[in-house]
């Protein structure tokens, strides 16, 4: 991305942001509520254009090629994305259809984040938790080279976040972006951080390099 | 088109299991069927004094079934997930149309007999293959500006004023080519053919509106 | 001057001039109706008015075609102005519409003039298009909606008016058709200047709500500069394109 700019009607929700991520890499994008780090992911997940600046993925000029891009990019939002009436199984095959993914894959998903018991319970009668291993599964349902994730372990217990790891984790392999409020964890398994204060590139460092005042001035 | 009917798979499957939107129109209708018995304090239903009260009816229950239509993808996040796949975005135009179509088709198998029953048109049933034929095209008229509408509507924020507040007045042409068709059909010595010349208008409307509404849906979307 | 402003003084000038001449020739030119008397004359007024607002509407739609397509907000604005007076000259037109039907036919509204019917059904749609816009915050999603509005809204216009019209059985003569109408030469005379001056009206009301416009979206653009972002406070909510 570079330059890259988002306004909301008079707000500026990203503005002239120049950032670059090696395949295979992570990087963890830190900052406030409101610092735009939500903007940033939805605009690499082409739900949002940007206002000005160049933007790609995977050499993939945005918002051109927006359409070639979906299939390579799975967004965890902050909303599960699935509908509450639906169960688990129903939702994920859903979007399997939705996707041109064969069936085996929903179960096979299903089986790696332990949900297959609940898997047909509407919904609305999952906790937290559990919705929340159903939209990591929605997320990578069609192996997508790169995961855009906010704050993934939101809600998720040790056990879960074991679980969910292989599929979002480092060891995944893919590029990631992930936003989170634990600037620690996300530091500790980042390649490039990102800072980010009311839109602005507050600064984009590499891990060793970062200094604990600039994380706190994020937040000041 | 396989994504149209995934997508209206999932839609059907979700108002069977929370029954909201049909449920309403139907008794919606019955009611309706009531306070124009009571409004007009006859015995029967004559030709197009009939024809305009089963049209009306028709009419104001889609609103319940369009006010509804995007809501699930509005408040659960629908339209996201449908925006993130690499798929034609019309093909939500056409599940949500087909959506509303069956909605509609479902409410008349219902809505008629009782009609027949509660307002005693004449010669419902001889005149039965006409009326099929007439709103066969009434419903794809309802369907696309409904689903045009409802498109508009779910992103606003007075949400359901807005929608049959906008959708009304666009369908009046359609309600004028329906409740023409229909009035000759439901006279005493009706002969059981529609006149041409509405059908003619409300396939017209319907292909002009089909053609509108797929040219401007994508932009309803995007953002 | 911004480009809305340019041609403005010269557009008002001839615009007086010729609504002047419009109005002599319908007090002093145009004969006395047989039928109806004087109070026919509100015609030269009706008519125009009514042809003038549907033509805004359907100009309005133009603009919402140009806007999606070039995705430049100025035409969004456009399309906002030329709905805004379309319907303002609508409603004038119906209400002396309202008052030729008293005229003429005793009732102040007839169901069996289709091309007032229609009219009527035009005008409560568009009367949608404020509430619309007003109850979208974001403004950009405002803009591209209204568009779509503008552009379905647009086409509706001539379908209305075909499908109204088929339904109706006229028992009164059409004074106008579609081929300009069964006029006497002094009648046409001065329905046309009265046209003329109805549509001069028109665009220079138009481009005087434009040029405001513009003028108060330059201030808050340099305001904004040189004071800084947050010194400006943020438009209220509002139905109209910023």
């Known amino acids: 991305m570079r330059g890259v700019t988002r306004h909301f009607g008079e707000r500026t929700a990203l503005r002239e942001l120049s950032v670059r991520v090696e395949a295979g890499t992570t990087l963890a994008v830190l900052g406030r509520n409101g610092a735009g780090k939500s903007t940033l992911l939805r605009i690499l997940a082409t739900l949002l254009r940007p206002h000005a600046g160049d933007t790609a993925v995977f050499g993939e000029p945005l918002p051109r090629r927006a359409f070639a891009v979906r299939s390579k990019v799975g967004l965890l939002a902050h909303e599960p994305l699935l509908y509450r009436d639906l169960s688990g199984r129903e939702n994920l095959i859903y979007h399997a259809r939705l996707r041109r993914i064969e069936l085996a894959r929903v179960e096979e998903l299903l089986a790696a984040v332990g949900m297959q018991r609940r898997a047909d319970d509407p919904v609305r009668l999952l906790s937290r938790g559990m919705v929340q291993r159903l939209a990591v599964c929605r997320a990578v349902l069609h192996a997508p080279e790169l995961l855009l994730l906010d704050e993934p372990r939101a809600n998720l217990d040790p056990a879960a976040a074991q679980l969910v790891e292989p599929l979002i984790g480092r060891a995944s392999g893919r590029t990631r972006v992930i936003t989170s409020h634990d600037p620690q964890a996300a530091v500790s398994e980042a390649d490039l951080v990102l800072g980010l204060k009311d839109g602005h590139q507050e600064f984009l460092m590499r891990p060793v390099e970062l200094k604990q005042d600039a994380i706190n001035a994020l937040y000041a | ?223 | ?242």
């Open chain 2, 1 to 223: 088109m396989k994504t149209a009917i995934a997508i209206l798979r999932k839609d059907l499957l979700l108002e069977l299991r929370a029954l909201e939107t049909v449920p309403a129109m139907v008794l919606f209708s019955l009611v309706a069927f009531v306070i124009f018995h009571f409004a007009l304090d006859r015995a029967t239903l004559n030709g197009q004094l009939a024809a305009g009260v089963l049209t009306a009816t028709l009419l104001l229950a889609s609103m319940l079934a369009i006010n509804r239509l995007f809501v699930a993808e509005r408040e659960q996040g629908g339209f996201d997930a449908f925006l993130l796949a690499p798929v034609d975005r019309t093909a939500l135009l056409l599940a949500k149309a087909a959506a509303l179509y069956v909605y509609l088709v479902v409410l008349e198998v219902i809505a008629m007999p009782a009609f027949a029953v509660l307002l005693r048109p004449p010669s419902l049933g001889a005149s039965l293959p006409g009326l099929v034929a007439v709103l066969a095209l009434a419903n794809l008229a309802l369907s696309i500006v409904g689903t045009l509408v409802s498109a508009i509507a779910v992103q606003t924020r007075a949400r359901d004023l807005i929608g049959p507040v906008i959708g009304l007045p666009l369908l009046i042409p359609a309600l004028i080519g329906t409740a023409r068709a229909i009035g000759p059909l439901l006279n005493s010595h009706a002969s059981g053919a529609p006149p041409a010349k509405w059908l003619l208008i409300l396939a017209l409307y319907d292909v002009v509106f089909a053609l509108l509404a797929y040219a401007v849906f994508d932009f309803l979307l995007e953002d």
């Open chain 3, 1 to 242: 001057m911004t480009t809305y402003a340019k041609g403005l003084k010269g557009l008002s000038l001839a615009t007086i001039v010729t609504i002047t001449v419009a109005l002599a020739l319908v007090f002093f030119y145009a004969p006395l109706d047989a039928d109806q008397g004087f109070i026919q004359k509100i015609f030269y007024i009706h008519v125009p008015l009514a042809i003038v607002s549907l033509c805004g509407f359907i100009l309005g739609g133009i603009f919402g075609i140009a806007h999606l397509r070039t995705g430049d907000r100025r035409y969004d604005m456009r399309s906002y102005v030329a709905i805004h007076m379309a319907l303002i000259f609508g409603v004038g037109g119906l209400i002396t519409g309202s008052i030729w039907a008293k005229a003429s036919w005793g009732h102040w509204w007839v169901w069996n003039e289709p091309t007032l019917v229609s009219f009527l059904i035009v005008l409560l749609l568009f009367a949608t298009y404020q509430p619309l816009r007003f109850s979208i915050e974001d403004p950009e999603r405002q803009a591209r909606y209204a568009s779509v509005f503008a552009i379905v809204a647009g086409a509706f216009v001539p379908l209305n008016f075909i499908a109204v019209r088929l339904a109706q059985q006229f028992v009164h003569p059409r004074v106008l058709t579609l081929t300009g109408g069964n006029l006497p030469g002094p009648m046409r005379l001065t329905f046309l200047v009265s046209l003329a001056g109805a549509a001069l009206l028109y665009a220079t009301l138009w481009k005087y709500e434009m040029a405001a416009k513009d003028a108060r979206m330059q201030l808050r653009r340099l305001r904004r500069s040189l004071v800084g972002e947050d010194a400006v406070a943020p438009l209220r909510r509002s139905a109209a394109p910023s």
